[in-house]
């Protein structure tokens, strides 16, 4: 193998694949990185055996062939070359050198074989939106997915496409997002995709108001960019029926102003932290909630107007659920959804109604 | 105590005087921050008895007193105050009242008497100089004091004033940084200031071209800004005789621009950080000096054009000792002047005859 290269297409692939490297594996060659020189083209392709990333870049190549890397060396050695033609070579002995200006360096690699051979299946089912919406939906549900490694279908979201409506599901126990959204798709199917991927998939996207197309096959993903493609495993099993978690009707609704209210939790919060909970109390009367919070350093109490359609009710729930909430829509407005002080409530900001988000309260005395 | 200010003079106040507040002590009320309100004023002290900050702000002051807040948590509640007028009362049971808008919190406080009196001495021996140049001064110092508890005395820096020109020294047994400096002073004295109290005073600075006057007692420092008063012990004992280690001749000296051998050095830096010292070599030949390191992992060779004023000369550094000098430098040109490759190699930048940095070689074979 014998090529010379742009430096900065090289830093920015070796970058971009980088993300798929396996930290910890029990199999050394998955913390490698695999080039192939081939026509007019330097292939690098990483992956830990969930997650592939593959780019190309242009290369001149000389001799074709390939070899593999180790990744962490690599990216830091590529990160520090300047805007230079950097030439790659595989020595006979096994080694690659690397030269550049009137410099040389020279790396160990891993044995070409061992590394795995990974399927790229582009048939199967497929949907396809705008890259800025599909960001979006990325933003407002993978927070709320699991980080317990007992229930793993938990730390996917669900995809599901319904007669063109695509949605969007993640859920932790706790509280539930739910994006919908009307997607040009090939047929009704869905899967369950690692978190840990959807956020990959975000970080490639480079062309907000170009489309991406996702290919879904029974057990993996594969998307294509420009000179990137991705593939990752899907999670195996049965999703939470989520529409039967769903309240469908609600005695009481609150309007509030999404800042004031955010504001106010968080202060809560400070105190309120230092409970295992983080429990935050909500006294909703008229036109005023009152947001409290108590612990042994001290109380927090702050009046946000509000405007009630339904009774009063006083209901508390983890400061920290609501938080992730406020934080991810730009809405100015907010409707909050209640039934009873144990009933799952259901937040949704008020000019948007493709963004639902449950959250269970919390039991407290009195 | 009650009193009336603007939220965000205090945000700013606390989170200045925060920098002192203790993180692990044996004395709880050295995580406070005591509150005085006199006379038209809120004044906020923290200290963890080695550093001390003190803030004055604009208050209306209904009644005079004091207390102590839990550092931790008035920080954090302030920071999310708005830009507000805040209310602040110590209630008759102990607690203080925190009233903004039409809501109200209230914090535990710790008894006031057993807050620690520190003695503010205005008198002593002093220093002045820009606060741009103190900044340079400091930056250029600091980063080569000792981490290392068993020898106290190089975790600070020696301020030596003799007839006007002061030095500031800090050495770490590896190697040593020397910064000279025509300034205004009371007369010939010297004192080891801890390393983190002068970064904490270029923290405070805000007037790049107004003075700082720095005043010195026997064991203590003290200096003033606007508002805002900072007392430091010094560190007793005494500093090494940095004059000893200074080479007071070479016999070879060389010139090389500074980025293009730094670009160099971090390179072969990723090679050789795999070796516990980090080890570079540096083969200086006519006008050219190769730069190399070797691990299992691979090795770099790379060569960068000099002007050498002397003869051919192998020398090895551990890397890390020579990035940092160049971090810290703006001038394009070096000098690097060498006697043999057991001697310690003084570094300086080619401009600037105030700044000077010794570092000592590493033995290799052949």
Redesign the interface.
Known sequence: MKLICDGLDLSDAVLKVSKALSVKSTNPVLEGIKLIASGDFLTLIATDMELTIERKIKADVLMEGETVV?GK?FV??VK???KEQVELCRLNEG?LQIRY????????VFPTESFPVIEKNEDGEYLSLKQSEFKKIIDRVVFATSADDSRPILKGCLFEIIDGTLSVVALDGFRMSVVKKNIEASGNFNAVIPSRTLLEITRLLDKEDQNIKIILQSNSLYVQFENTALISRLIEGEFVKYNHILPTSFENKVIVNKQLLL??I??AS??AKNDRYNIVKFDIKESVMTVSAKS????????VNINLDGKDLTIAFNGKYLVDFFKVIDEDFVSINLNSHIDPCVLKPVSDEEFLYLVLPVRING
């Open positions: 180790v060396y830091e050695f520090k070359l300047e080694n200006s009137d410099s040389e360096s020279e790396m160990q504001n106010s968080e202060r400070i105190v042994e350093i001290g109380f927090v109490t702050e009046n």
